[in-house]
Structure formats: C-alpha cells, structure tokens
C-alpha cells in the first residue's frame, strides 16, 4: 500500500500545497517511502498503471469536470482533460479522495464500476467557497480571512487523512471526521491573540483588522465549511479500512477494526476477508487466518472474470 497524492502545477490549487506539506512530513516520520507526490499527469497515470492489483490511498487536488480532472495551466476557459472515466480502471482497489469540483457527477460512480472501493468528491464548484466578500471592502480582511480558512482546511484535511490510514480508521467515520474536526480547530483559532494568529497563520494584522476578523471568523468559517460539506459526496464502501498500519494496532484496537470490516459485504467480501487475514495472523489465530486466506483467494478468482483489476494474491504471500 502506498499514499498517492496528485497536484499539478495549476492555479488555484496551489493553495493546498499545505496538504502536501503536513502529509509528507508527518508520513516521513512513521513510514518513509509511504507517501508519494506526483505533480505532472504522465507521471501520475503511469504510475497508477503498474499498481492495478494493489490496494492504495489516493488523494487528489486538482481542478475537475464531471467525468474527469483538468490541468488548467494557461486559461480557465482551456482547460485540458488530463484523467478521464477511461483511466477509471486504475483507481482498482483504492480508497479516492478527491478535492476536485463535479467529479462524483460521472467519474466517481465510474471508478466504483471498475472495482474502486471508495471514492469522496465534490458534487458542485467549490472554488468560491474558498473566497471571501465583505460590506466594508477591507481587503486587508479578505485577505486574511481567506489566508487563515485555506490553512485551517489543509490542516484538517491533512490531519483527518494521517488519522485515518495511521489508525486504521473506516471511511466513514473519516469522512465524518472532517466535520467534527474543522469546527474544532475553528473554535481554537476563534480564540487566539492578535500576536497569535500572525505568529500562527504568517499574517500582519492590525489591531483594527485583527478586531473585524474575530467578530466574524467563527460564524464566516463554519457558515464557509457547511456550505462545502453539502457538496461533498461520499460514494462506495462505509466500512473500508486502510490496512497498511495494522501491524502497528494493539489487540483491542485490532478487534475493533475486525467488526468494522466484517460489516463489508457483496462485491468487496474480497478485501473484506483480505485485511481479516491480516488481523488474525496479527492476533496469532492461524485457523482463522487461514479460512479468511482461502475465502479471500476464491472471491478474487470469482471477481477476476468480470475485474481484470482485482487485489493480487501476492500481497498476502
């Protein structure tokens, strides 16, 4: 398993570099080699393209359409289809994040029909909900207003994301999460000093500025963040779990994950018994361990006639 981060080089998602930066810093610290940045689309698909029969996290800023994401380099009004539904087939297998406006429309429900297990995405443009308006015309409060969201938002992202794969975490309760956690980190930031939030946020604000931004930081952000979560579509398996960090559970943890899976029914009983071996040889329950094998292996056989790419029995060897 791997971490598959995809950013290209574009405006307007520039801005979520900060993602990248938590993610690849705090991945170094616990697994080096686990988390892998690719900002050109070339690089990005044919990468993809050697890992069909793996299971791996995915997470995707870039700008999107409904059935693909974009590379927007030069005008807003030329935008390029750079991952259409016809790359779908490489998401195989992989949990899908993707902050990226319209795809669940067509390419997330596409990417479940060639076997992705998880796909979370944007149903609408969300690009404004990142800009901020005042009656005043204080740019210097817009300015910061935007400066602080866009740092609040990449580090809940970030943190939700390392949370979920580091514990083992149901996609679900990830994509829950998000909400409970942003209105956290709001309510902390809500209550910082002037000297605070510039030493925090790198802003020069003014004591005048400072006092405008706290009457409406709270009500602006939250108001900002729920207009975002209704657009955020969550679509596949409730109870999927990232399996690579189960090594690292301890035995009443990795009991609970082992109810979570055993929820994973229909066509994704394959990765359901695949991360039940994995929790049994864990527990040191070799019988069990084995029954979840052989049910795994005959699942894959059975899905391979209509998936081509299926979970490899390799990854359990």
């Keep these: 398993m791997k971490f598959i981060h995809y950013q290209p080089d574009n405006k307007g998602v520039r801005s979520f570099s900060g ?12 697994a080096e080699g686990f988390y892998e940045f690719y ?32 590379d927007i380099r030069e005008s807003y009004d030329k935008p390029k289809k750079i991952f259409t539904t016809e790359h779908a087939s490489l998401f195989s297998n992989n949990f899908i994040f993707a902050i990226s406006c319209y795809t669940t429309q067509v390419l997330g429900q596409k990417v479940l029909d060639e076997n992705g297990i998880v796909y979370i995405g944007f149903n609408d443009t969300v690009e404004s909900d990142f800009v901020f308006n005042n009656d005043d015309q204080n740019k210097s409060l817009k300015y910061n207003l935007e400066k ?20 083992c975490r149901t996609a679900i309760s990830f994509y829950k999460f998000l909400d409970i956690l942003f209105r956290k980190e709001v309510n902390i930031v809500s209550k910082m000093t002037l000297d605070e939030l510039n030493k925090q946020f790198s802003t020069d604000l003014k ?21 975002m979560k209704s657009k955020l579509v969550f679509q596949g398996e409730d109870y999927y779990v990232p399996w690579y960090f189960l090594d690292k559970q301890d035995e ?32 040191g329950r070799p019988q069990a361990s084995e029954i979840a094998r052989r049910l795994f292996e005959k699942e894959v056989q059975q899905l391979r006639e209509r998936v081509p790419n299926v979970l490899s029995e390799k990854v359990i060897m």
Excluded: W
Aim: glycine share 4%; with cysteine.
């Design 207 to 227: 004591v005048e500025t400072a006092t405008k931004l706290k009457a409406i930081l709270k009500l602006e952000f939250i108001s900002k963040f729920d207009m």
């Design 19 to 30: 993602i990248k930066k938590y993610l690849k810093k705090t991945f170094e610290q616990t």
């Design 252 to 283: 009443n943890t990795l009991e609970v994950i082992l109810q979570n899976i055993q929820n994973v029914n229909g066509k994704y009983l394959y990765y359901r018994y695949f991360v039940e071996h994995l929790i049994y040889r864990k527990l």
């Design 148 to 167: 602080i969201f866009i740092q609040v938002y990449n580090k809940c992202i970030g943190l939700a994301l390392y949370k979920f794969v580091v514990e």
């Design 39 to 70: 900002k050109t689309p070339h690089d990005f698909i044919k990468f993809l393209s050697d890992r069909t029969d793996v299971a791996d996290i995915v997470l995707v800023t870039a700008h999107g359409g409904k059935d693909s994401y974009l």
